[in-house]
């Protein structure tokens, strides 16, 4: 068991990789030591990382169903109100509550709800805006965007201690292990 040792103005740590499979294999690595709070950089998508990393899944598509069903049912209580209970009008004899003709009013609602909490719930859960992070601390981050891949361990991590996850880091194969600061 190791003690979370206090850190002061340490981020975490970058290790940075030539190519993607080193990354991945240091990915799988690091998770499997125990860490938990890293992340990693890359200049294009690599799909085995979001698998690797990020085990634990978003609550995005429960807020998007809970946001649609609201707004189903905002609709047809919207027209109950107003059809029944506000402006009851009897033409012809036909009952007040008719579901059959709220259904394009309130699926349209259901729609609207389920995209606005789909497209706010996204920008809120990914952190974003997001004009300052401390990985651009590091020099060479820079080059995260055209040929380098980086991986981070955050300080955060109940396993982190920067003696031991440097060597780790090294251990993997990283060309260049750097410090992180806030």
Do not use: C
């Amino acid at each position: 068991m190791h003690v979370h040792e206090e850190k002061t103005g340490l981020y975490g740590l970058m290790a940075e990789f030539d190519q993607a499979q080193p990354l991945v294999d240091a990915a799988v690595a690091v998770m499997g030591a125990g860490y938990s709070k890293v992340e990693a950089y890359s200049p294009f998508p690599i799909e085995e990382l979001n698998d690797i990393i990020h085990r634990k899944r978003t609550i995005l598509p429960k807020l998007v169903l809970g946001a649609g069903l609201t707004g189903m049912a905002s609709g047809f209580a919207l027209q109950y109100g107003t059809s029944v209970l506000a402006y009851p009008l009897n033409v012809g004899g036909r009952p007040l509550a008719t579901w059959t003709a709220w259904v394009v009013p309130s699926y349209e609602l259901t729609i609207l709800f389920a995209a606005l909490t789909a497209a706010v719930g996204m920008i809120a859960l990914n952190g974003l805006p997001q004009p300052y992070h401390p990985v651009f601390n590091v020099e060479r981050f820079d080059r995260a965007s055209s040929d380098k891949f980086f991986l981070v361990v955050e300080a955060a991590d109940p396993r982190f201690q920067k003696d031991e996850t440097t060597r780790l880091l090294e251990g993997l194969g990283a060309k260049g292990v750097y410090d992180v600061a806030e």
